[in-house]
Each structure stands twice: as C-alpha cells, then as structure tokens.
C-alpha cells in the first residue's frame, strides 16, 4: 500500500492511496467469498481497477475451524491499471485462528491485520494448531492489529431482528464486509440493495446482515479504532463501458456469443465437475437465448451428446476439469475421425487424479495435445485473462466450425473464479463465423447418379463437408472406422490410411494460414530475454515485465492464444532473442512443444503450488536471466553474442 | 416441407450400396430385412431417420442403411443420440446395440436413456456373446459358459435386459426374435410409434460362436410351446392350441400352468399400460433363461413427456418470461458504469 499522504496520521483522517491488496479470510462456513464478492462490487462501481482471486478448500464444509477449512478471497483495488491480485496482502482480515495461521506468513510486517478476535478462545485455537493465544503472545507485534469482537458486536446488532444468537452469528460477515466499506470508502446503499435482492426470501436475513452490516460500518465511523481511513481514487480507464466478470462466466457468454455469431443452437452437454460446473449453470440460466444444456450422466455422456447435437447442426460443446478431460479422450479421438466441429472446454486444476480440485494448475497442455490413441491432431486455444475467455470460446468455435474439428479450449481454475473489469465490446462489432451446410450432392457414383462424398474436402482448409440429417439427398454414414479419400467409404487399404493420416494433420496445422503472425512486445527493440507464455500467466508475466522495463532493463514479452498450431512466425521471433523463458504452472508444457518445434533453448521457470505466479517471482527471474547474459558477456567479451542472437539471425 | 407428400418407398430404397458383411447365417441379417422392409410402412423420410451405433457386430448396421447414420465408439451411441435427438426434434433416431455394447460397456448410458425417455428407438441385438472380438462371454452370457476368456465357465450372472430396462423407468419395452419377421416388424413398428424412448431387446443368433442360444425356444419345433405373445388385454396363453397359459398366485408371483387345469377365467389378463411395472417385471422374470416358457411381445408401453419435449418447453418458458435472448443486454446484466 503506497500512502501518498506523508503526513502524521490522526483521528478520523482520511488518506488517499493508490492501490491495496486485501484477503478476507475465514471458516469456509464464514461467508468469506460472499463478503469478498461485495467488496469487489462496490470497488467497480467507484472505478477502481481491480483483479481477485478466490481460494476455497475443496470440502464443502471442512471441519470448522481447521485449517483445512479456511477459505479465502483476496482482492487488488487500484487508481492505476493492475493486471493480478496481487502478490501478498496489504490488509488481512482473519475471522478466526485458522484463518490467521494459514494466511498470517503471506502478510508483510508493518500489514493490517483485522481479527474477530471472539474467535479467539481455547477450542478454535486448539483446532488452529496453537498453544499459545498470537493475540496475548506477542508474535503479531509486528503487524498493526485491530482485535474488533465482530462475531458478539453482530449478534448485539442483530438483536432488533429478532434473530436467535445463533443464527445472527451468521452475519458475521457482513458486519466485517462494512467495517472494511467504511475504511477504504466503498458506496454502501447498493450492497444494502444487493442483500434485499439475494436474501429476499427471508426476510429475518436481510434485516440481519443489512443490520450487521451498519454495525461493521458505524464501528468505523463512531470509533477510533482506526487512525485513519483510506480512499482510492478511480482508475483512468479507455472509454467504455465495464462490467466485472469471473472468467467462467465470460467464458459461458463467449459460447453464447459464438453460437449467435454461427446462426447455430448451443448444446452443451456437460457432467458437474469443479471448477468448470460454474459454466454449466450459467448457461443453463440463458435458455432463452435458445441453448439446450444436458447434465449427463458422467463425463463421456456429456461430450457424446455434444458430439451427437454437433452431427445434428449445433455447435455442441462440453465442458469439464481434471478428470473428466482423461474421460473424454475416446470421444474427441472419434470427433476427429468424423471431422466434426466440437469445444472441448478445459477448465484446468492441479492433478494428478483428483488432486487439488478447487486449485489452479495449467498441466493439461500435453494431454489436449497429445491424449489420445492414433494420430489424432486438435487445436488449442488458450484464454489468458478472465475477460479473454470470452473471445477465446468465441475463437475457439470458430476455429471448430471452419475446420469441422473438435478444438480444446484450455481455461484454469484461476481464471475460472478470479474476476477482473472487462470492457465490454461491441456486440455489432463481433466476427461473423457462420459457415454453411451442404446441402448438394458433389460427386458422381459409379452408376453415373449424383453422389454425396462426405470426405471430399475444401482445398482450402481441407476441411469435409457438414452435411445435416434433414438435409434430402445427402444421406450419409460416418464412424470411427478409417474411410476413403472422398468417399468416405470404410476402407483399410494401408495407402489410403497414410493419406487420410497426413490430411488429417495437414488440416490441423493449414490452421495457422489463418492466424495473425505474432510479434514480441519488445518496446526498446534491445530484449535479450523473451518471456514466453500462455493461459492465466499473462498478468503476472505482464506486471512482472513491467517492473523490470521500470528499472530501466529491457524485457520482451509474447503470450501465445493459439497453443496448436502455433502462429505462422512463431519460431522466427523466438529465435531472434538469446534466452527463452517459459513460465508455466506445469513442469514445462509449452516449454518442451517449443523445444521439439523450433528448436530453441527454451527454459521453464516452474511453479506447481496450486496458485499462480507472484509477479514478484517473475521479477526475479527477469533480472536473473539478464545478470546471468550480462556476466557471460564480461565473462567471454569476444564469444558470440548468443547462439540465436539477433545479429547471427541477419 | 412437411407440405409435401412423403414419397413412397421401398425397402432398396432404404438399403445403401455398401456390400453387407456379416458372417453367413447371422441373425442380423433377418433384423436388417424387417427394419428395411418396415421403414418404407412408416410414413417417415430418409433424410429425416438416423440411424446411430456404438461398437460390436451389431454396430454396423448404420452402414447398411441409406439414411443418415453414425457409426460411433463403444457403448456410447445412446448418449450421442440424446444429444442429437434433444438438439433435433424433428428426426427419427434409431440406436442400434448389442449386449456388450449396451449392457456392459455402455450400460450407463442405457440406462440414462431410458429413464430420461429420450425420443429414441433402441434396438438391443442380444445374442449373448462378444462376436466382434471372437467369442468372450458377454453380460447376457448364462452362468457357466465355457468360451476363450472363461474356459473354466463364466462366473458372473447375467442381466435380464427387459427387467434392466424395466428397472431403469423405461416407458418401452419389448421382446422379439431374428427367427420371426413378422413379429419383429410389428415389434419395431410399435416401438417407433412409442413417444419416447423404446427398447427392444431381439434374440439374435450368433451362428459363428453361439450358435443356438435360442433354439431351446424359437425353433420351429419348440416355438410354440416356448414362447409366450403377450397381446395387451388378452388373457396370456400359449401353446398350439393356447393349451398353456399364466396366472398370479396370491403373492403375485406368475406361473405357468395347463389352461384345463385353471380355466380361462384364472389366466392372467395382459396389460402393457399399467402404470406400476410390477406386472412387466414379473413377466420379465417368467423365464430364468431361454430355457424355459419366454414372453415376447410389448411388456411395458406407458406415456411419459420425452425429455426433448420437455426440454423444448423450457425454452418456449424462458423465451416467454425474459424475452429472446440478447445478448448486447446479457452482456449489461450484471454492475456496469462507463467512462467517457
């Protein structure tokens, strides 16, 4: 938190600062995500820029008051352009001791620290893992702590309602969630519309968190507690107009998008797995906009079904995590074999097996590139920011419709549940990806009638005609076994495999004829160190860049969309720079593609924790690569540049 | 275009050009004759019938059809069906199965299927073998078969497919043979007919690796005296002369009996439209295998709303209530502000 106001703080002052990093964080039965949401709400609507990330246990309801149960919700609020949530927390609010001892080592000395500190007693500090009370202890002395009794100050407040002690406990939330409102300045009318709105069902619920909510804010008002309380001014933005938006849920409006962009009816067929199902219930809230969603029976009914509506003239799509991504693997093997247009949405978590279901990981890359039996190529596209996977779906089925191929559309838990605005585009100004069904015969039989071949394919793109049942004259059978050049008869002859094995292929990589040659971000043009990425590592990557340009070194920067086929250039550009770096929440996905593609001497920089990069980290290791040139230049003055330098490239 | 009269057809017009390859003497081969011979009898258009398969001897039956048609993975045609079916109402969708492929590998989504009532015609060829991958015992397999896989006898009980179906709140369910054409283009007419998801399990000889399995009840000889017709609101009976008949006792357990020996009155009257399905349930388990007196013919024929008519319905609802989608509004729906 940089305080711009040096001046010695006093009773009820006011401090503007450029930006914060807050975590609520608590019991998952706390209501921290719900608190953290508002929070977030109220500082889009100030104009704040702002990015979040939600980190909740995979239980539902863990036992109270261990550390396996706490759940957290940071948020990064800013008046400047900010692309992560923001590497450690500036304010931490613990709303018991499980939730100060998991979180307490991410918050820097000198940090905020706000603790219900009714929590405190001998059971839950037992269940925390502490033997001694941190609150008498001493061992928070360095963090500035306010100790607020919010769970007795709420169930006082809630008294008017009616409510049982209980049951008012349960605001709790709310009451923190105004405590905080009040000190970083957040409009508070509409969040006690919002609770009218959610709640209102329950009448005795929304007079208890309305109720618990003045009390959090007016403790702020009325008190001295805190020295001084803080605003952040809007940030400058382009104009527009902004929404704020999870990525699962950008990603769901995307399929929408897509699907009016085709002229085609949505289908997804899909089977609840976290962190994808969030995209199968908001779709499944749109059915006027025409899309039928299916909750299958298990992972391969999902995509089987999407697969079935996509042979029917929909744009069928399934989505899924983890698990179920191995699950479909036979039916995208079969989607490629009738060349039909399909999204494989992947929301990726830590594996393997079940592994950390509720954590981000991008370890899927190999399997969407390779996990399948047989020569069997599908494309990739990957999102990068929450917003992005709004274009991305919209890309992705593109891709799909145009090629006639099932293509993976790789998401992350990160992006999935963290939100950042998003300017919203211009409906009118949306790529038209329409393409057209056969509807007549192109080709003669052997008898001399006319014939419809479903393998004869656009020599274009090379992809084969999509012809719909419906469609008089046009009968045709298609299957997983191999057929026939054209004909698309079923045939074994070993010629006739190689062929359709190298069409196949060809078809796959004739995608990148269509891609926009890329270009570093290299604003010096002197980058010796290129940051190569892909997926939900562009904002860490980015800031991290942009700290290191601000120390004066030059950094490039190339975040990749298409992931297969890569864009046309891509070897070229990375060629032209001297190190490579790839970070990636993987053991080196992209890093070993690049490698074997273009042979570069890409190098991973890893990180498997189950959160993503700290720009921090990425800072770091920037500097590290350019010390590291910059030593073997004083080491070896005459030696070559680089191996790939640019001066060997001309 | 449905302005225009269906052209009438005949079964080579629903036959494709693609050289049939089942072994000689595969019961499948009378199931393809009865399925070509009924289509043009339908009222139906080619271009509107699908045909969707999985995997087995079973599965590639779409080739042979001059209809759209898939040809798909193992076990997985029923899914891939619902998902065309629902997403296009207007088509005739047909799933054409084997044991294996249904019942085992594929058994979920069978089952999936029917209790969703998918507007879906099922037909399940159950020859009680795996015949594609040359002879391993199948689900339907009876205890005790000696094949490649188990050479000391299966150890496993088989399922009963009409009661599996039964049991998964199928809405359709019927019984026929490859030896009796008539009965099976009656058999697939009523199952098209059925407004929703229908499945009929066919026995169906495979004379490469389990030649005869049924012969003990649908021989010439033996047919008569084998095999129960169940006609709905007829007394049920069999025999040459309808000389054998069923009753319930007072726990409601079926037998079959000599009709002289109980007189007609006691014969237990047949009704596929009953709501309940303990009556098709116990008839399902009349025969402990096809060894023993088998009902054939409708079992089980209720209505239900199909899934996809359902689900259409949803859409008509919301469209009502909130209007048809926009998406310039969807994209608003939640907190926005703007910046000039």
């Known amino acids: 938190m940089t305080t711009e106001s040096k001046t010695q703080s006093e009773p009820g002052r006011v401090e503007t600062i450029d930006q914060v990093v807050i975590r609520f964080a608590g019991d998952s039965g706390d209501g921290m995500q719900i608190a953290g949401d508002r929070f977030t709400d109220e500082s889009a609507l100030i104009g704040n820029d702002l990015s979040t990330f939600p980190n909740y246990p995979a239980e539902i309801r863990a036992p109270a008051g261990t550390l396996a149960g706490v759940s957290a919700f940071q948020i990064h609020i800013s008046d400047h352009e900010i692309l992560t949530p923001g590497d450690a927390p500036n304010v931490l609010v613990a709303m018991n001791p499980a939730a100060l001892r998991a979180n307490l080592a991410d918050l820097p000395h000198g940090g905020i620290l706000v603790i219900n500190s009714d929590a405190f007693d001998e059971r839950d500090l037992a269940k925390a893992g502490y033997t001694e009370n941190p609150l008498n202890d001493g061992s928070l002395s360095a963090y500035r702590v306010y100790e607020i009794a919010m769970t007795s100050l709420t169930v006082e407040a809630c008294k008017p309602a009616g409510a049982k002690p209980r049951d008012a406990e349960r605001s709790k939330n709310f009451f923190a969630l105004g405590l905080l409102s009040w000190l970083y300045h957040r409009p508070i009318v509409e969040t006690e519309g919002w609770i009218a709105k959610r709640y209102g069902r329950v009448p005795l619920v929304v007079e208890a968190n309305t109720l618990a909510f003045r009390a959090g804010y007016n403790l702020g008002e009325t008190t001295e507690i805190f020295e001084s309380s803080y605003e952040i001014a809007p940030a400058e933005h382009y104009p527009g107009t902004y929404t704020n938006v999870t990525g699962n849920v950008a990603l769901a409006w995307g399929l929408l998008a897509a699907a009016h962009l085709a002229k085609l009816p949505l289908f997804l067929g899909s089977y609840p797995i976290t962190p994808a199902s969030d995209i199968l219930h908001e779709l499944s809230k749109h059915k006027n906009f025409g899309v039928r969603t299916l909750q299958a029976e298990d992972e391969i009914a999902g995509i089987g079904a999407a697969l079935g509506a996509a042979f029917g003239g929909a744009l069928g799509v399934t989505t899924t995590s983890g698990p179920g991504l191995d699950l479909k693997a036979e039916t995208v093997g079969l989607a490629v074999s009738l060349e039909l247009p399909l999204l494989i949405v992947d929301i990726q978590r830590g594996g393997p097996s079940t592994g950390l279901p509720t954590k981000t990981e991008q370890s899927d890359l190999l399997h969407a590139m390779f996990g399948r039996h047989g020569e069997a190529p599908v494309p990739i596209v990957a999102a990068k920011t929450p917003s992005h996977c709004f274009e991305a779906a919209i890309e992705a089925a593109r891709i799909a419709l145009r090629y006639r191929t099932p293509v993976y559309l790789l998401s992350d838990g990160y992006l999935a549940n963290g939100s950042e605005p998003w300017r919203l585009p211009d409906v009118e100004s949306l790529p038209d990806i329409s393409v057209e069904f056969a509807t007549e015969t192109n080709a003669t039989a052997a008898d001399g009638e006319a014939a419809f071949w479903p393998y004869l394919r656009d020599p274009a793109t090379l992809a084969r005609p999509w012809a719909v049942p419906g469609t008089p004259g046009l009968e045709h059978r298609i299957g997983g076994l191999e057929k026939r050049d054209g004909s698309g008869a079923i045939a074994y002859e070993p010629g006739n495999h190689e062929t359709m094995v190298h069409l196949r292929a060809a078809k796959i990589a004739g995608i990148a004829k269509d891609l926009a040659p890329v270009e570093a971000d290299d604003p010096s043009g002197d980058a010796r160190v290129l940051m190569l990425g892909w997926g939900s590592t562009f904002a860490a990557i980015t800031a991290g860049v942009k700290r290191v340009r601000k120390s004066g070194r030059a950094v490039a920067q190339l975040h990749l969309v298409h992931v297969n086929p890569f864009p046309p250039n891509l070897g070229n550009v990375l060629r032209s720079y001297e190190v490579v770096v790839v970070p990636e929440n993987n053991l080196g996905h992209l890093t070993r593609l690049v490698r074997s593609d273009f042979l570069v001497d890409a190098k991973v920089m890893s990180k498997v924790q189950g959160t993503p990069f700290r720009v921090g980290e990425i800072e770091k290791a920037i500097h590290e690569e350019i010390d590291r040139l910059e030593k073997q230049d004083v080491d070896r003055p005459d030696g070559p540049r680089a191996r790939n330098g640019k001066e060997s490239a001309l | ?340």
């Open chain 2, 1 to 340: 275009m449905t302005d225009v009269a269906i052209p009438q057809t005949s079964r080579k017009d629903w036959a494709s050009d693609q050289e049939v390859r089942w072994c000689p003497g595969c019961g499948d081969y009378s199931i393809l004759s009865a399925v070509q011979l009924l289509l043009p009898e339908l009222g139906v258009r080619r271009e509107n019938t699908v045909f969707i398969s999985g995997i087995g001897c079973a599965a590639r039956f779409p080739y042979y059809m001059n209809t759209y048609g898939m040809h798909s993975i193992h076990g997985r045609a029923p899914a891939i069906a619902t998902g065309l079916a629902v997403s296009r109402p207007d088509l005739d969708v047909w799933v054409v199965t084997g044991d294996g492929d249904s019942l085992s590998i594929g058994g979920n989504h069978l089952m999936h299927a029917l209790r969703r009532n998918v507007k879906l015609t099922i037909l399940m060829f159950n020859n009680q073998i795996y015949g594609l991958t040359k002879g391993q015992y199948s689900p339907t397999s009876e205890v005790g078969k000696i094949t490649k896989s188990t050479p000391f006898g299966s150890l496993d009980t088989p399922f009963n497919p009409v009661s599996l179906a039964l049991g998964a709140e199928a809405t359709f369910v019927a019984r026929t043979h490859d030896l009796d054409r008539k009965h099976m283009i009656e058999t697939f007419r009523r199952a098209h007919d059925h407004p929703g998801a229908s499945f009929v399990e066919v026995y169906q000889n495979c004379n490469v690796f389990n030649d005869g399995a049924f012969g003990a009840i649908n021989s010439k000889e033996a047919r008569a005296d084998m095999l129960i017709p169940l006609e709905h609101g007829k007394p049920i009976r069999f025999g040459a002369s309808g000389e054998h008949g069923v009753v319930s006792d007072a726990q409601g357990r079926l037998h079959v009996v000599e009709v002289k020996d109980v007189g007609e009155d006691a014969l237990l009257v047949h009704d596929e439209q009953r709501a309940d399905p303990g009556l098709a349930f116990a008839l399902s388990r009349l025969a402990t295998g096809p060894h023993e007196p088998t009902p054939i013919g409708v079992f089980r024929a209720v209505e239900r709303p199909d899934y996809g008519t359902l689900v259409d319905r949803q859409l008509v609802q919301a469209s009502e209530r909130a209007g048809p989608g926009n998406l310039a509004s969807l994209l608003r729906s939640g907190a926005t502000w703007s910046y000039d």
